[in-house]
Nanobody
Framework: QVQLVESGGELVQAGGSLRLSCAAS????????MGWFRQAPGKEREFVAA????????YYTDSVKGRFTISRDNAKNTVYLQMNSLKPEDTAVYYC??????????????????WGQGTQVTVSS
């Protein structure tokens, strides 16, 4: 089982930028599709972005398209989420996840077998 640790979340003003990192350990994630999800208080966990094993294919939820970029560095066993033009509605705990045995992308939380502990992103008005 792969262990995932997110970092980079903090308080930022609207319009600002953050880069989240997801460091994997325990096993390589170089053959696995990866994803970012977020959960705001009182809401269900929401898909944000996903990337296939090679990084050549990405997918985003409409609300972040054009503002967020998911990327990966398989040599470093790390996945990133660059977040630009942040809005207060982006405030949430952001989670990194791995499909573990699949290389193709998915937006369904149930398709991801390993999850990080989350990192808090707060965007002020």
């Amino acid at each position: 089982q792969v262990q995932l640790v997110e970092s980079g979340g903090e308080l930022v003003q609207a319009g600002g930028s953050l880069r989240l990192s997801c460091a994997a350990s325990g096993r390589t994630i170089s053959t696995y599709a990866m994803g970012w999800f977020r959960q705001a208080p009182g809401k269900e966990r929401e898909f944000v972005a996903a990337i296939n094993w090679s990084g050549r294919t990405t997918y985003y939820t409409d609300s972040v398209k054009g503002r967020f970029t998911i990327s990966r560095d398989n040599a470093k066993n790390t996945v990133y989420l660059q977040m630009n033009s942040l809005k207060p509605e982006d405030t949430a705990v952001y989670y990194c996840a791995s499909r573990t045995i699949y290389s193709s992308i998915s937006s369904s939380p149930g398709d991801f077998g390993s999850w990080g502990q989350g990192t808090q992103v707060t965007v002020s008005s």
